[in-house]
């Protein structure tokens, strides 16, 4: 079993940035994603990485704006994410897959998930 933990979402103006963490605990995965929810829509991917070898991959719409890494002695998951806009207003959730298989992008693909944090861009 795998238990996953994020922290660090908030309010905060456009422009702005915060810094996600997600804590993972019990059996190692391979890969993390974080995705988002905004209200009345549905769960999107915002990025993802391999754990071992650290490769990642994002969500067109924050590509040079968020960062994936991870703390491989901390086990946890981080997404930096910078110039903020009101359109990244959603709940962020932290997901883990024991395997690599699959496409990275897909909610499908992913084995377990955190409870979500809040972000809220103001404009």
């Known amino acids: 079993q795998v238990q996953l933990v994020e922290s660090g979402g908030g309010l905060v103006q456009a422009g702005g940035s915060l810094r996600l963490s997600c804590a993972a605990s019990?059996?190692?995965?391979?890969?993390y994603g974080w995705f988002r929810q905004a209200p009345g829509k549905e769960r999107e991917f915002v990025a993802a990485l391999y754990r071992s070898a650290g490769i990642t991959t994002y969500a067109d719409s924050v590509k040079g704006r968020f960062t994936i890494s991870r703390d491989n002695a901390k086990n946890m998951v981080h997404l930096q994410m910078n110039s903020l806009k009101p359109e990244d207003t959603a709940v962020y959730y932290c997901?883990?897959?024991?395997?690599?298989?699959?496409?990275?992008?897909?909610?499908?693909?992913?084995?377990?998930w955190g409870q979500g944090t809040q972000v809220t861009v103001s404009s």
């Open positions: 019990g059996r190692t995965c391979s890969r």
């Open positions: 997901a883990a897959a024991l395997d690599l298989g699959g496409l990275w992008s897909s909610k499908d693909e992913y084995d377990y």
